[in-house]
């Protein structure tokens, strides 16, 4: 943890001194070309294009239709700045597109409204959650998405689209963000499904046979939890002050839409909660089965040396070798010595068995 917070001071420290407005990416470096999509659609048809220059992105604006201009890739900053003066977006607004440790906000500008949020993704090859930040600027009948990187969970709003499923193609922009914001937030549950399947594999592991190795797997698992936690959070502050504000961008059709969109991230809070409160009581009872297998141990060990004392106490006794030792010479006292240390083994085992101390 301590590593991503200083991770993080020093990325935005890059900015120190700067004048506001100033534009500088914050996040991870990155080379790859900044790459653009433009879909335009109403009831009747979908035109869609892939690879957008940014001289040409106004051509692919259509006055009829519902424009959706996704740009993967936020350090290049001139690509932005040119779609800043296409659209007229403020400075401090571009500033906050390419400053990726925004917290989720939205931002009502008059002619356009701003919306920034997190879509988390989970990595299977390293078992880690992704954070990403995505912006959301929508103006007039377009609706643009800033992404830092390609990939993301908005391929089921494009397949709507393209096959004309559900109200997307018949209703205007402000469904088209709602649909925006509902892909990310549903998504935060797929990643819940990932986390309670592992929480399930190592409460099986518990039970049967706890290894060391548990313990980082539970504090794996309660640091993904944080992230979708801290995540979900702010995005449900924003998501529920936008559900009751009197913005005129969310239509009275569209506004009882955005409230569900709320209560889907209350349900996120109240799952994620609830898988804290499982993880922790996971760790405890590693601990206890842990502890309660060292008890058994223990155990069996004190039996065995309870045992062995007299007996290590007759072997030390007649491995004195003293002169004057009557028993040294008799002929039976090997025997003996043996048959006595038999009997009080089993006489010992029969009283630790009815006391139940084993």
């Known amino acids: 943890m301590n590593w991503h917070l200083n991770k993080k001071i020093t990325r935005q420290s890059k900015k120190a001194g700067m004048p506001p407005g100033t534009m500088v990416h914050v996040g991870e470096k990155k080379t790859e070309k900044v790459f653009i999509t433009s879909i335009s659609y109403n009831k009747d048809s979908v035109f869609e294009q892939e690879d957008v220059t940014i001289d040409t992105i106004s051509d692919y604006v259509k006055s009829d239709c519902v424009n959706w201009i996704n740009i993967d890739g936020l350090h290049d900053v001139s690509v932005i700045q040119v779609i800043g003066k296409k659209y007229n977006i403020h400075p401090l607004v571009l500033e906050d597109i390419v400053n990726t440790g925004q917290r989720p906000k939205y931002e009502d500008f008059g002619d356009y409204l701003f919306i920034v949020l997190k879509m988390l993704s989970y990595d299977t090859d390293n078992q880690t959650i992704k954070s990403e930040q995505v912006s959301i600027i929508l103006i007039d009948n377009v609706v643009i998405t800033f992404q830092e990187q390609p990939g993301d969970v908005f391929d089921s709003i494009r397949n709507r689209i393209r096959n004309d499923k559900g109200r997307i193609r018949k209703l205007s922009t402000d469904y088209m963000a709602y649909s925006l914001l509902d892909a990310i937030v549903d998504s935060y549950y797929s990643i819940l499904e990932t986390e309670a399947e592992l929480i399930e594999k190592l409460e099986d592991q518990v039970f049967v046979n ?112 003293f002169v004057n030792m009557p028993e040294l010479g008799w002929k039976w006292g090997y025997p003996s010595v043996w048959g006595i240390m038999f009997v009080m083994t089993i006489i010992m085992l029969y009283l630790f068995k009815r006391n139940k101390w084993f």
């Open 210 to 321: 706890p290894q060391p190795d548990i313990v980082q797997k539970i504090h794996s698992i309660k640091g993904d939890l944080h992230i979708l936690r801290k995540a979900n959070w702010a995005s449900r502050e924003m998501l529920g002050s936008l559900a009751k504000s009197e913005t005129d961008f969310f239509s009275d059709t569209v506004m009882p839409y955005m409230s569900d969109v709320f209560d889907h991230s209350n349900g996120v809070a109240d799952s994620v909660d609830t898988f804290r409160e499982m993880v922790s009581s996971l760790l405890d009872l590693y601990l206890s089965s842990v502890s309660h297998k060292m008890n058994s141990v223990m155990k069996v060990l004190t039996i065995i040396a309870t045992i062995f004392i007299p007996l290590t106490f007759i072997a030390g006794i007649y491995g004195m070798n």
